[in-house]
């Protein structure tokens, strides 16, 4: 948390934030509003940490460690687990997070620590808490009329996730969504992403995920993402996609050979999946609907490329030389 307070300015994010997020005010009185970047530097703890916006709460009173981040005393007015979560359902109506997380991008880019030397393309699931529905309800869900369901009880339709999916893996089951990602293959920073349930098969978001700026660029990917000459011919990416064996057709000893070889790259992936998975404690998403998904994934996103950075930026005696400045 030291080095997450020194290797990084969160003053960058804050024009942004007060020019997207302040409101009028309506007249004279009420409570002041927190700080943006102060309600901003606690939802990153929260996506690091994994925490529920209670817990949040419970962790900033006490640890001295957090408020030592935070830049909070004991004596201070500290935000309470409903105005972390009123600051979080803000940031998702009004979409904020895939915005915060291209600002980021951008200063990246400028300093130079996405080398766009090759691009890595995977996906992740991301587990929502499993939903105890009737057949019948469950068929209108895939259906899509999960909307219409529960009108007479709002209060519990508010806990029904009508967005997350079922799907298998290698005879694993999974419910929830996923979070798929292009990575810089040298820096091993999240390029762009996209979230969707855990149905939708990666295939189908590989053309969304690359940009004219990945022209030229190596493209490394599992067995999964075979058979895009399409979608490769349209960015004109160099295609290093593992190729897949068939039943009648299987891979010559050439073929292995070539896919070991591009298993040391595409390999650095895990790591990134990996650090949100152990250190990162989790990747659960406790909340409801696609809405709320895409902002808590695409913070956990954020969240790793900030960490990244720091440990980028890291000199060998362990002092962080880098800080994003304002």
Request: contains cysteine; aromatic residues 10%.
């Amino acid at each position: 948390m030291e080095k997450l307070d020194l290797g990084m300015d969160f003053e960058f994010f804050r024009d942004f934030l007060e020019e997207r997020l302040t409101k009028k005010a309506k007249g004279k009185g009420g409570r002041p509003l927190y700080d943006y970047v102060l309600m901003f530097k606690i939802i990153i703890l929260q996506r690091y940490y994994n925490l529920s916006d209670d817990q949040a709460e419970y962790q900033i009173n006490d640890h001295m460690s957090f408020m030592r981040f935070l830049n909070l005393t004991i004596s201070d007015d500290i935000p309470d687990s409903k105005t972390i979560w009123h600051f979080s359902e803000r940031l998702t109506y009004f979409d904020l997070v895939e915005e915060l997380f291209t600002l980021f991008g951008k200063e990246l880019q400028k300093l130079g620590l996405i080398v766009n030397e090759g691009k890595i393309i995977d996906a992740s699931f991301v587990k929502a808490p499993k939903q105890r529905n009737s057949k019948e309800k469950n068929d209108q869900i895939k259906q899509g009329k999960g909307s219409e369901l529960w009108k007479d009880t709002p209060n519990k339709k508010l806990q029904k996730d009508i967005d997350a999916r079922w799907t298998k893996k290698n005879s694993q089951s999974y419910y929830g969504y996923k979070n798929h990602a292009k990575i810089d293959s040298k820096s091993k920073l999240i390029d762009t992403y996209t979230v969707t349930d855990a149905s939708v098969h990666d295939l189908q978001t590989i053309d969304g995920l690359l940009n004219e700026n990945d022209k030229d660029q190596e493209l490394y990917a599992d067995s999964a993402y075979v058979e895009q000459e399409e979608t490769i011919e349209k960015h004109k990416v160099v295609n290093k996609i593992h190729e897949k064996g068939y039943k009648n057709k299987p891979l010559t000893e050439q073929q292995k050979e070539t896919n070991t070889e591009k298993s040391r790259v595409r390999a650095r992936v895990e790591h990134i999946f990996g650090f949100m998975e152990n250190s990162m404690s989790c990747m659960y998403f406790r909340k409801a609907g696609i809405k709320r998904a895409k902002t808590v994934i695409g913070l956990m996103n954020l969240t790793y490329n900030i960490f990244r950075t720091i440990q980028l930026n890291t000199t060998n005696n362990g002092n962080v030389c880098f800080v994003v400045n304002a």
